[in-house]
């Protein structure tokens, strides 16, 4: 994701966990709490395919795409919409 200016900031602060962190955003200067999303990331897919290899019906292993737990988080700066760091599972 980038923001208006096409900046890309990942990480730069942390750590980030998956809940929202009140940060100071390197972009705007702004002081606020991170706005944050849910993507599937690796280990969903592996979650996935573990539960598949289990021999569970195939509907069961799409669970995990629908379980934020097992997501990555994107924090994202809620004034200017930088992404300010992504907390991956693994
Ligand atoms: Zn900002």
New binding site residues.
Partial sequence: MANAAGQVIVATIGPFGDSPVQVT?P??H?TGVTKVEFSSGLITYLFCGGLFMCGLVLGCCLIPFCVDRLRDAKHS?S??K?VLGVYKRL
């Fill in positions: 955003c972009s705007c702004q700066c004034n200017c930088a």
